[in-house]
């Protein structure tokens, strides 16, 4: 087994501050869908009773799975505890003590961004996915971007304003 990936090599041209705003970005689209399925009415008499409570429910739920997300990225942007804080509705320590494991596991994923399989043959990826494959999770929220943002003008609306490496600083990796 090699020492690496194609996606290393794709994930070194990134900051981590571009990757974790890559993972908020595909959570915030994962709550989008959610939201936009309770929009539309036509569909609410083949919905069971309790159906729209349901697809309500599981809206809060992708929701607060972006939250970690949202943290780890203001985290890598350089936002305190104290900044953070007020916006949970809690006091910095409380911020702190809720949200630091997530911090820690991505910098983790990052130290170590691969684990064999229970088999020992195959490497799992420790990060989240867009953070992992930066250049499919750049297409798939562009064109994701694209199809549901209305006063989109950009041909690359996620991926154009994420910082990435200068070119001359990201290493080279070869599989």
């Known amino acids: 087994m090699t020492a690496t990936t194609p996606y290393d090599a794709d994930r070194a041209r990134f900051t981590r501050q571009a990757l974790a705003r890559l993972v908020l970005c595909d959570h915030a689209a994962d709550v989008a869908d959610g939201a936009s399925g309770l929009v539309s009415t036509e569909n609410d008499p083949d919905t069971g ?11 809060i739920e992708l929701a607060e799975r972006a939250l970690a997300p949202a943290v780890i990225y203001e985290r890598e942007r350089g936002s305190s505890w104290a900044e953070i804080a007020p ?11 809720r949200f630091a494991v997530n911090p820690d ?6 130290d170590v961004p691969y684990r064999l399989d229970d088999t020992g043959r195959k490497r799992v990826p420790q990060p ?3 953070a992992y494959d ?4 750049c297409d798939r929220l562009d ?12 041909a690359r609306p996620v991926s154009s304003g994420l910082v990435k490496v200068p070119e001359k600083e990201f290493p080279s990796v070869t599989p």
């Open 49 to 59: 009773s309790g159906g729209r409570v349901s697809q309500a429910f599981q809206l």
């Open 87 to 97: 916006y949970l509705g809690i006091s910095p320590a409380e911020a702190e003590e």
């Open 105 to 110: 596991g991505w910098n983790t994923a990052f």
């Open 128 to 130: 989240p996915t867009a």
């Open 134 to 137: 930066p250049a499919w999770a």
């Open 143 to 154: 064109t994701w971007a694209r199809s549901q943002l209305v006063l989109v003008n950009d």
